[in-house]
Antibody
Framework: EVQLLESGGGLVQPGGSLRLSCAAS????????MTWVRQAPGKGLEWVSV????????DYADSVKGRFTISRDNSKNTLYLQMDTLRAEDTAVYYC??????????????WGQGTLVTVSS | SYVLTQPPSVSVAPGKTARITCGGNNIGSKSVHWYQQKPGQAPVLVIYYDSDRPSGIPERFSGSNSGNTATLTISRVEAGDEADYYC????????????FGGGTKLTVL
């Protein structure tokens, strides 16, 4: 059974940093690209970042580019999101998800339960 | 950037058919994926590549995509189908790789 378990969320002041983790199990982790998607309170889904199975390729939404860094440790089956220079508008539940599909056409088939990040003074 | 437009809400009586639309410029040329999200829960993939169903998703859920509109159809709606539904495309032509629609709240009357 595929399981994704996020952790690391919490309350942080504007300008601060936080690192989220996503522990994966039940599948061959290094074969899947992974992504982070966030959801502000009462709002819709917003894609944040994606990383290839090897970790060699990454991409980011414009809203977080230069402030967030996605990475993975395939030996630990864990995905990370380092979030720096946090802003109030980064307040959201952050979900990790597996990316599936092919031919530059992808979807997200397994999701974690999410971890809440609150940026406030 | 590419924009997906969904109606904010759709209401349907139990046992009837619900249709949730997702509009986009020539969306028929793209593959559309759909997610269901119940309150306090993570999204769940219900349709991928326009009309394919993941294992475990009831046959009552189906999808279509043509022209400027993709549609998620839920037949014989049940109370448990009440949720938010999001469409999604992968768009390499814009600066936003992944585009989600704004979401539709399905209310079962």
């Amino acid at each position: 059974e595929v399981q994704l378990l996020e952790s690391g969320g919490g309350l942080v002041q504007p300008g601060g940093s936080l690192r989220l983790s996503c522990a994966a199990s039940g599948f061959t982790f290094n074969r899947y690209a992974m992504t982070w998607v966030r959801q502000a309170p009462g709002k819709g889904l917003e894609w944040v970042s994606v990383i290839s199975g090897s970790g060699g390729t990454t991409d980011y939404a414009d809203s977080v580019k230069g402030r967030f860094t996605i990475s993975r440790d395939n030996s630990k089956n864990t995905l990370y999101l380092q979030m720096d220079t946090l802003r109030a508008e980064d307040t959201a539940v952050y979900y990790c998800a597996t990316r599936s599909g092919s031919n530059e056409d992808y979807y997200f088939n397994y999701w974690g339960q999410g971890t809440l990040v609150t940026v406030s003074s | 950037s590419y924009v997906l437009t969904q109606p904010p809400s759709v209401s349907v009586a139990p046992g009837k058919t619900a249709r949730i639309t997702c509009g986009g410029n020539n969306i028929g040329s793209k593959s559309v994926h759909w997610y269901q999200q119940k309150p306090g829960q993570a999204p769940v993939l219900v349709i991928y590549y326009d009309s394919d169903r993941p294992s475990g998703i009831p046959e009552r859920f189906s999808g279509s995509n043509s022209g400027n509109t993709a549609t998620l159809t839920i037949s014989r709606v049940e109370a448990g189908d009440e949720a938010d539904y999001y469409c999604q495309v992968w768009d390499t032509s814009s600066d936003h790789l992944v585009v989600f629609g704004g979401g539709t709240k399905l209310t079962v009357l």
